[in-house]
């Protein structure tokens, strides 16, 4: 849906990303409508060989939930791209600068983790295998109330 890849094959490196909007004339089969009015937490992508996590975000707009805790009481979904496993086609090439919308990236080799700690807390780890199995990456998102989110 969003990424930061140079490939101008990857459906996520577009602004109109079929998957995001879905059909253009039609503007039918977009997810990332359905996922917002239905108050999804995290939205989990993969095929990219990088992981980057996101802020909130809708229609490539930024919607934390504040300055100091971006990820408590987000405005909007909150994205991972996990397809860091590794392969034989090598790493992802992600764009020279990192866009506004992502909170961190890394080409490493690794694996996410992710605990529910109760109903309202997720805890997101990113595992380097590049760095021995190092955490590079770890947030929380903290939702009081499972709801839509409401800036339709």
């Known amino acids: 849906m ?47 060989h990088a992981y980057e996590r996101l802020w909130p975000l809708y229609n490539y707009t930024v919607l934390n939930g504040s300055l100091e805790e971006p990820y408590t009481n987000p405005k909007a979904m909150v994205h991972i791209t996990t397809g860091s496993a590794g392969c034989k086609e090598n790493h992802s090439s992600l764009t020279d600068e990192m866009p506004a919308f992502v909170g961190f990236r890394s080409t490493d080799y690794g694996y996410s983790r992710i605990h529910a700690l109760d109903k309202t807390k997720l805890i997101v780890e990113q595992i380097s295998d590049d760095q021995n199995g190092k955490i590079i990456d770890s947030f929380t998102i903290i939702r009081d109330k499972h709801e839509p989110y409401t800036f339709y």
């Open 2 to 48: 969003y990424c930061s890849d140079k490939s101008i094959w990857d459906d996520c490196s577009t602004r109109n990303a079929l998957v995001r909007v879905g059909i253009p004339t039609l503007h039918m089969f977009g997810l990332e409508d359905l996922f917002n009015e239905n108050g999804v937490d995290l939205a989990i992508w993969a095929h990219e």
